[in-house]
C-alpha cells in the first residue's frame, strides 16, 4: 500500500508538472509553424539578426521560477530559430524551483538577489561568448532552419494546417514529458533527499561535481535539493551554484530528443556542466565568496 501511495503521489505531481508546461509548448510549437509555413526566410533571417542579442534577453527570461522558457528554447533552438548562445543563458540563468525555495524558506533577500544576479551574468557572458565563437568559427551563420526535418521524425500532418500540426506536436511532446518526469520524480523519492545530501556534502570540488552531475537530471527535483541543502548548511554555496547553473529542468531532455545532430545536443550540455563546476569551484575555493557576499 505504501509503494501504490508513492506511485499516486508521483503520478499526480509529474501530472501538474507536465501541465505547466503545455501552454509554453503549445505556442512554441504555433510559433515555428508560423514561422516555417507563413513567412519563411524573410522572418527567420530576421530572428537571426535579433539574435545577437538573444543572450541578453534569454538570461532575463531565463530567471523567472519556472522551467517553462528553458522547455521552450530546446524547441525553438532545435528548429534552428534561436542561437545556441541563448539556449545556453536560458539554461544557465533558469531558476526553476530555487526561488521559491528562497523565498518560503525566509532566506535574506539580499542572498537570493546575489544567486539571481549571479546566474543572469553567468548565463549572459557565456551565452554571448559562445554566439561570438560560432559566428568567428562561420557556423552560426550557416544553422538553416530545421523545422521540417522536426516535423518530418515526428510524423507531423503538416497538411492539416498550422493549428492541427502545433496540436499534434504539443500531445507529442506533452506525453514524453509526462513519462519521463514520473520515472525521474520515482528514482528521486525512492532514493531519497537525506542520501543524495549525504553524498555531496563535505567534497571539496568533488562536491561540485556530483552537485552539477546531479543539476544535470531533467527535472525540477535537483533545484529543490540543492537549495534546501545549502540553506540547511549541508552544501556549500559554490557547490549549489555547479548544479543550479547545470539545471535546466526538462529542457535538456526535449534537448536530447528534439535537437540533431546529437553531438551537437552533446556539446551544448558539455559548456553546461563545465560552466556550472567552475564557477562553483571558484566560489568556494576563492575569496569570490566573500567579495560577493554570499
Request: hydrophobic fraction near 50%.
Amino acid at each position: 500500500m505504501e509503494f501504490l501511495h508513492l506511485l499516486l503521489h508521483t503520478a499526480w505531481h509529474s501530472l501538474l508538472d507536465a501541465a505547466k508546461l503545455i501552454p509554453f509548448l503549445f505556442l512554441t510549437y504555433l510559433l515555428m509553424e508560423f514561422l516555417e509555413h507563413r513567412e519563411g526566410e524573410r522572418t527567420e533571417r530576421y530572428l537571426r539578426n535579433a539574435g545577437k542579442v538573444g543572450p541578453l534577453v534569454g538570461g532575463a527570461l531565463g530567471i523567472l521560477p519556472q522551467c517553462g522558457f528553458s522547455a521552450a528554447a530546446s524547441s525553438l533552438y532545435a528548429g534552428r530559430v534561436i542561437t545556441s548562445g541563448t539556449l545556453i543563458a536560458i539554461y544557465l540563468s533558469t531558476s526553476d524551483e530555487m526561488l521559491p525555495i528562497l523565498i518560503s524558506s525566509a532566506a535574506p533577500l539580499p542572498f537570493i538577489l546575489k544567486i539571481l544576479a549571479t546566474k543572469l551574468i553567468v548565463g549572459m557572458v557565456c551565452g554571448f561568448a559562445v554566439d561570438l565563437i560560432a559566428r568567428k568559427r562561420g557556423k552560426q551563420s550557416a544553422d538553416a532552419s530545421q523545422i521540417d526535418a522536426m516535423c518530418e521524425r515526428d510524423g507531423c500532418a503538416c497538411e492539416g494546417g498550422i493549428l492541427r500540426s502545433a496540436i499534434k506536436h504539443t500531445l507529442q511532446i506533452g506525453l514524453f514529458v509526462l513519462l519521463f518526469t514520473f520515472l525521474m520524480d520515482l528514482a528521486v523519492e525512492l532514493i531519497g533527499e537525506d542520501k543524495l545530501g549525504a553524498v555531496l556534502s563535505g567534497r571539496p570540488v568533488i562536491g561540485n561535481l556530483l552537485a552539477a552531475l546531479l543539476g544535470l537530471v531533467p527535472n525540477c527535483a535537483p533545484s529543490v535539493i540543492l537549495t534546501k541543502l545549502c540553506l540547511e548548511g549541508i552544501l556549500p554555496v559554490g557547490a549549489m551554484l555547479s548544479g543550479l547553473l547545470v539545471n535546466a529542468g526538462i529542457g535538456t531532455a526535449l534537448l536530447l530528443r528534439n535537437n540533431r545532430p546529437l553531438s551537437d545536443s552533446l556539446r551544448i550540455l558539455a559548456i553546461l556542466l563545465g560552466v556550472g563546476i567552475g564557477v562553483g569551484i571558484l566560489v568556494d575555493l576563492t575569496p569570490l565568496q566573500a567579495i560577493l557576499g554570499l
